[in-house]
């Protein structure tokens, strides 16, 4: 069943290889409202593209929780967005969204992608796969959350954390992007 979007107004823009988003209006599969990216009061906002079949996206669901944990009281918003095709796989549905968000105990916006129009504007292509924007809504950071997705005791470098960290401190991440590893999004 396609969902309808009630509204998606997308704008991505290349300024000195420095990605911008000007904003976009999705649902959010937790609240069934729409989401509207808004960086007012925040620090940052870190975009997830996630998924609830993906054995990688589930890997780094404890990993996402810790973040929110630490950062969101820090004023960094984290958003889930799933831009798989219910229509292929049911798993990836909206009210399989919502579950997986109450089953995993994480309360933060899971918005549904199904036109896969925020997908193709970022060209994100993998889940988990992360958008980090800073408060004027620039990229500064996307790829991988960290370097080791199927351990989180053998990570090396924390390239979400780190980024944030960096931002945090009103600088800007060494390290702005990286190979994001996953499954593709379909």
Known sequence: MKLTIITLLLTVSYIANSQEIDGFTLKDARSNKTYSINSKNKAAIALIFHSNK???SKYYIDRIKSLVNEFGPKQVEFVLINSNSSDLVI???PDKMKQYLIANDLNIPYL???EKSL???LRATRTPEVFLFNAKLKLVYSGSIDDSPQSEGDISHAYLKE???TLLDNNQPEVNETRAVGC???
């Open 112 to 114: 549904i992608d199904n």
């Open 119 to 121: 997908k193709s504007s």
């Open 184 to 186: 593709l999004i379909k």
């Open 91 to 93: 798993q990836e549905s």
């Open 54 to 56: 993906c054995a990688y």
């Open 163 to 165: 980024a944030i960290l």
